[in-house]
């Protein structure tokens, strides 16, 4: 079965410093990795997907992501963490099930992202 | 284009009743998830629809069920509501394509009491 984890509930960064928030992954086949934040009282905004190709992939707001196959992590970055960075950050992956198209997505538990100023 | 809209955003129930939930996708997008937040839980999936088909169904009990309609909105039901059926419920809609990502709702906050 396709699974992600987040291995940290809170990340705390200074406005200014670069931001990692950590994901791996568990999944038989290619994996399909999404992330998304939340801010509060909000839905999901999608930040940036993995496919194919490329290791590193960019996204929304300045964010991107690295795709490691050997360690099975898909890491959230980005150089400058700011203040309206401060939400909670989801990794996720495509879930085939048994097979045939679908949209079914699997989540992590979540990372809340604390910039302070 | 407009985003996905689920409506109503609040709403307050008593156990034993029933509530129904509607999503209006992207416009041109078939597919259209359901998914329950709880801060217990986190995000589980609850059901796809495509072209008015149900095409995958997550872990819920049949109190659960919806239906999508010939223009691609999508309903959701909660019958027989309990305690623990207070969440947040995320829309989200796909374009049709392999690799496309969802776009989300801001969600209906469903509290029972």
């Known amino acids: 079965a396709q699974s992600v984890a987040q291995p940290e509930d809170q990340v705390n960064v200074a406005e200014g410093n670069p931001l990692t928030v950590k994901c791996t992954y568990s999944?038989?086949?290619?994996?399909?990795l999404f992330w998304y934040v939340q801010y509060p009282n909000r839905g999901l905004q999608f930040l940036l997907k993995?496919?194919?190709?490329?290791?590193l992939v960019k996204g929304s707001y300045g964010f991107e992501a690295e795709f490691n196959k050997s360690q099975t992590s898909f890491h959230l970055k980005k150089p400058s963490a700011l203040v309206s960075d401060s939400a909670l950050y989801f990794c996720a992956v495509r879930d085939p099930g048994k097979g045939g198209a679908t949209n079914k997505l699997i989540f992590g538990t979540g990372t809340l992202l604390a910039v302070q100023p | 284009k407009a985003g996905v809209t689920q409506t109503p955003r609040y709403l307050i129930k008593t156990r034993g009743q029933q509530v129904t939930l509607s999503c209006s996708p992207i416009s041109g997008h078939r597919s259209v998830s359901w998914y329950q937040q709880t801060p217990g839980q986190g995000l589980q999936f609850l059901f796809e629809?495509?072209?008015?088909?149900?095409?995958n169904k997550g872990n819920f009990p049949g109190r659960f069920s919806g239906r999508q309609f010939s223009n691609s909105r999508s309903e959701m039901n909660v019958s027989t509501l309990e305690l623990g059926d207070s969440a947040l419920y995320l829309c989200?809609?796909?374009?049709?394509?392999?690799?496309?990502?969802?776009?989300f709702g801001q969600g209906t906050r469903l509290t029972v009491v």
């Open positions: 629809y495509f072209s008015e088909t149900q095409r």
């Open positions: 989200a809609s796909s374009s049709t394509g392999e690799y496309t990502e969802a776009f």
């Open positions: 999944v038989s086949g290619n994996p399909y």
């Open positions: 993995y496919i194919t190709g490329d290791n």
